[in-house]
């Protein structure tokens, strides 16, 4: 039986009817729970500001507990899904492999996210979305992100299977489009991952059932993480993906190196899940060489790897650009770029901030002697909303800008909403990031219900330097938060007003003729980047300079008399 | 051998010869496989058993 397809105007890729339908189901239970897990962050932030104090203590983990599952969880995967869905079928041109086995899939990751989300809301299962044990919640939390696994762990498998019916089926040539390799690697950090929650939940679950009596905390985090760091790198390595398929869509870039980026997203396979180790490194009974190995010489790596992405991404990005004419001076290229396209500027913001503030705050934190600075601070959740939301979140975002004329065939509504959206989203969310990093490092916990500590035995007072950094980071979630509601607005309202495009319609936000190397091998010939060897050499400064102050700062708190 | 026996050779030979570095990044299979034993090896059984061998306080 030949299954329908359509020959997609703008990109000559072609679009299978049940990928599509795959996809846009994916898409949006995605942003609707971005939506809600949004708004639970925005009453976190606003409790965590002394002068507003929003929520009461219980409320204030149940909304952390929700906002954690809701924005890092089922947003991210549900999204990741549909971009593996479009990185094979769409992008190989051949159809899905068992799309009712993508649909039982589907359903089970939607049953298992609104079962957790019930647990969590019925106010017993606070425990936060890492659930610690031996905290303990009700077993329709752990059954609910256990149905998400498997569902997730299927769709990764109709991944793999439509590489095989692309590659059976020949309907690509050669080595598959860089952009179909990235996602491959997410799937496979996918796959460890959802084995190393399948290993320590299962018997979590039964522990909360009353059918095993104890498990142990270290045991648990060591395998836990192995499921929550790695879940990490999935969004590395997907959004990363896109960052490429974006540059290649709006600006029909190629890659500078096929050869190059490859082996930089190989570096990822081998290495980058050991970081997960991090998360451990105050933890007593573990020793230092475990640590170190997994922390730091294989991780590096993988950090290797990350370094060659941020000089390829926007290499590509400056090549193609040179190529149109840009060529005046270091940095006509960037200027020149299609910063009123949100597409571009969604993605070009992401790879900005995730470099420079989630990068070098990540490698430097993950080292074991600084990591004694600011373990369990705010700093951590400073670091990883420049990772997870201004890296992954609005890449996410960036491409649904793509996704929309494409795959849904409609044009944006409000327009003007969506050229500013990036901008807003992106200050809001750096805002977030230096703010919470920066009360980190003044000692401010994180998971903390009231900074004045006011039923502690001990009174402490922070810094008033911490307690206006903490006022500064709830209204930059106001401005996040704004960012979000006007992303959702957008592509809710494209979706369901937006004008129906089809051949004869023109697209607003049109990508070039030249995007259809979305779908191709080949490298860029003969590049010259200046520009973007200044802006890499600017990175390193500042890696550098605060790799330092760092190791400074360590020696303060502990002097040497 | 000469510059021109090589070039049979090669010619000769049905398809060119992959690199091998090209034909592990075709294998998502085999990435799939490190992928999957490193991590487990590093991470989970090195840590696990660090984790089991700390003596029992009595
Ligand atoms: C409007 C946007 C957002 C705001 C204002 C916001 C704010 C916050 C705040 C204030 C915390 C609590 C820090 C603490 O007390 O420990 C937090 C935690 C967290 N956020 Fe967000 N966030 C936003 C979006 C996101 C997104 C999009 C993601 C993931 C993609 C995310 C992932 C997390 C995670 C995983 C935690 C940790 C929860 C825990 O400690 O259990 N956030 N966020
Ligand atoms: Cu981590």
Wanted: glycine fraction near 8%; include cysteine; charge should be neutral.
């Amino acid at each position: 039986m030949l299954e329908q397809y359509r020959i997609c105007q703008t990109t000559g890729l072609r679009v299978f009817q049940s990928t599509e339908n795959l996809i846009k189901a994916n898409a949006v239970v995605a942003v609707i729970f971005l939506a809600i897990g949004g708004l639970f962050g925005l009453s976190i932030a606003l409790t965590r500001w002394k002068a507003v104090h929003l929520l009461p203590a219980d409320w204030f983990y149940l909304a952390l507990t929700a906002h954690g599952l809701d924005v890092l969880v089922v947003w991210i995967v549900f999204f990741e899904i549909a971009v593996l869905y479009f990185a094979s079928s769409v992008i190989l041109g051949c159809r899905i492999a068992t799309p009712r086995w993508a649909w039982a899939a589907f359903a089970l990751m939607l049953i298992g996210a609104l079962v957790t989300n019930v647990a969590v809301l019925m106010g017993n299962s606070s425990v936060m979305f890492t659930s610690y044990v031996p905290l303990k919640a009700d077993p329709s939390f752990y059954v609910g992100i256990i149905l998400f696994a498997v569902g997730t762990l299927i769709a990764c498998f109709v991944f793999f299977g439509t590489l095989v019916i692309a590659k059976q089926e020949k309907t690509y040539e050669g080595s598959v489009p860089l952009v179909t390799f990235g996602a491959t690697v997410a799937a496979i950090i996918a796959v460890f991952t959802l084995a190393s929650g399948a290993i320590i939940l299962i018997p979590t679950l039964l522990w909360s059932m009353g059918y095993i009596s104890h498990i142990d905390t270290l045991m648990y985090r060591t395998v836990w993480w192995g499921f929550g760091h790695s879940s990490q790198q999935i969004n590395v390595a997907a959004h990363i993906s896109i960052w490429y398929l974006i540059s290649a869509v709006v600006l029909g870039a190629k890659p500078l190196s096929e050869k190059v980026s490859r082996f930089a997203f190989l570096l990822y396979v081998l290495f980058l899940q050991l970081a997960s180790a991090h998360h451990l490194l105050v933890d007593p009974g573990i020793s230092s060489t475990w640590k170190v190995f997994n922390t730091s010489y294989a991780i590096y790596l993988a950090v290797l790897g990350s370094m060659i992405h941020g000089l390829t991404v926007p290499g590509q990005i400056e090549a193609a650009q040179r190529k149109k004419g840009y060529n005046n001076g270091m940095f006509e290229w960037l200027r020149k770029a299609p910063w009123g396209n949100p597409a571009f500027s969604g993605m070009f913001i992401s790879l900005i901030l995730f470099g420079f503030l989630g990068g070098i705050s990540g490698v430097v934190m993950g080292v074991e002697q600084i990591n004694l600075i600011i373990h369990n601070t705010i700093y951590v959740p400073g670091h990883f909303h420049a990772t997870v939301v201004a890296g992954t979140t609005l890449a996410f975002m960036a491409v649904t800008y793509l996704l929309v004329p494409l795959i849904f065939r409609r044009a944006l509504i409000l327009p003007g909403w969506a050229k500013a959206q990036p901008y807003l989203f992106g200050l809001g969310v750096a805002g977030i990031s230096v703010f919470m990093m920066g009360a980190g490092t003044l000692g401010v916990p994180r998971r903390h219900w009231d900074i004045s500590q006011a039923d502690a035995i001990l009174p402490y007072d922070f810094p008033g330097a911490a307690n206006l950094m903490m006022g500064l980071n709830g209204m930059s979630a106001i401005l996040a938060a704004l960012g979000g509601f006007m992303f959702i607005v957008v592509v809710v309202g494209s979706i369901l007003f937006g004008k129906k495009i089809d051949a004869s319609t023109e697209v607003p936000i049109a990508p070039p003729e030249d995007a259809r190397v979305v779908g191709e091998y080949g490298n860029e010939d003969h590049p010259a980047i200046p520009g973007t060897i200044a802006l890499v050499g600017v990175f390193f400064v500042s890696f550098i300079l605060y790799y330092f102050v760092n190791w400074k700062y360590l020696a303060e708190v502990w002097p040497l008399r | 051998m000469s510059e021109e026996n090589h070039q049979e050779a090669a010619d000769s030979n049905e398809s060119e010869r992959i690199p091998f570095m090209q034909q592990l990044l075709d294998n998502p299979f085999l990435l799939l496989f490190l992928g999957v034993t490193i991590p487990t090896i590093f991470y989970i059984i090195w840590g696990v058993m660090e984790i089991v061998t700390i003596p029992i306080a009595k």
